[in-house]
Every structure is written in structure tokens, then in C-alpha cells.
């Protein structure tokens, strides 16, 4: 199973060591994340049926999720936004790909669990400290092999055991419509100490960060072109 990384900040830094900038190319790249959560009108706190605030100084519980993954390849919308659906609640955000895009870990940790049942349908809950984060609706079934649990996707390659610890951004399944679903899509879960949270929420963190991060780059690299310039005058 191949894990490349896809990160925004290290495309650009590449691009800085050659000399090259493209801001607005990646600024929409970017803007993609934050532009879609906008469009959803999605509520940036947690459930209010939970019983807590989820603060913004625990969804800063690190001082850096550059190293965190957007969950899905292919991205072509936000389709179910998390919050009350009809008589109940949706525990989740629900991602738009072409069926057999790849699914992506969002962040560094541990497969506790691959699953299958008639809601989320094949699925994966991976540990990552005070978080979980749920894939549901993905393609491939789970099988026992010598006594160890798999989530197994021949056609796209992957074979993921319950117990492995995998990095950021690593692929672990495919978009499918295993499960409740009308059509092909990631439902995205997340917990901080096993409470739900909105996935939207710590996005827009993400997206937040990413963006001054890019700024600060953009700034070091036009005051080193400057300095360039002048020694060369």
C-alpha cells in the first residue's frame, strides 16, 4: 500500500527552491476547503446536545496541522453537512468523490477498528490520541487472516489491518456505497475525547493555518528575491 503525500506547503516550498511562485494558483487550492464550508453554511461549534464547547484552544491542542491530511482525493463538494437531519443527527461530514477515489488518513495514527454494518456500511475508526476519526461508505469488505482483521480492497490495492499505525496522508481505503448512501461519498467522523465534534471546525483550522503559513513563505521568499536583486545591481 503506497503512501504519498499530497501537502499544499510542501508543493510550494519545491516551487520556492526553484524560483517560482504561484500564489493565486495556490491560494485556490487552498480556498477550496474553506470556500465549500462557506457554501454549506456549516455551524462552527459542536453539537449543543453533547453538553460542552469545544474550545478553540483543543482544537490547537498542537501548535501545527500543516501535518494534517484533507480525507479525500478527487474532492467535488460537501453534500451533508453535520448537524440534525430529519428526526435525527448527523454525526459527520459527508465528502463528494467519484466512486474509487482514494481516502486519505487525516492525521497520524492508529487502526483500532475496520467494520462493517448495515448504516456505515465498510468502515475504519483510527486513534489519534484524545482523537478518532471515522471513514464510512468506503469500498472492500473486511476479512480475518490468521486471526487478525482487514479491510481488504483487491481492486485498489489496499489491505489494512486493524492494529497498524500509519502517517498522515497515507491512503487507506476507497470512496465506495457500502452501507445507507444514495451515492458515492466519504461520511467523515470525528471525535475529541469521544465526543463528536465538527469535522467542518477543525477544516477551517487547517485552512486557517495553511494560509499564513503560505503568506509567511511568500514573504521570505520576495525579501530573499530582493536581496538577490540588490547584490546583483
Known sequence: MSNPRKNFLHTLTIALKKGVLHRKKNLLLLGFIGLGITALGIKQELVKAQGTKFTNPQTAYINNWQNASFPVENFQGY?????????????????????????????????????EDSRCGTGIVIQSGSWEHVYCHVQGRVETHSGRRYLVDRRGGVMLPQGQVLPAGSRIARVGMTGRTSGPHLHWGLKYGGRWVDPALILREMYAQQTKQLSRLEHRYLSLRNRQTISHK
Do not use: N
Open 79 to 115: 453534500t451533508s453537512a453535520f448537524g440534525p437531519r430529519g428526526r435525527g443527527f448527523h454525526y459527520g461530514l459527508d465528502l463528494a468523490a467519484p466512486q474509487g477515489s482514494y481516502i486519505r488518513s487525516w492525521w497520524t495514527g492508529k487502526v483500532v477498528q475496520v467494520l
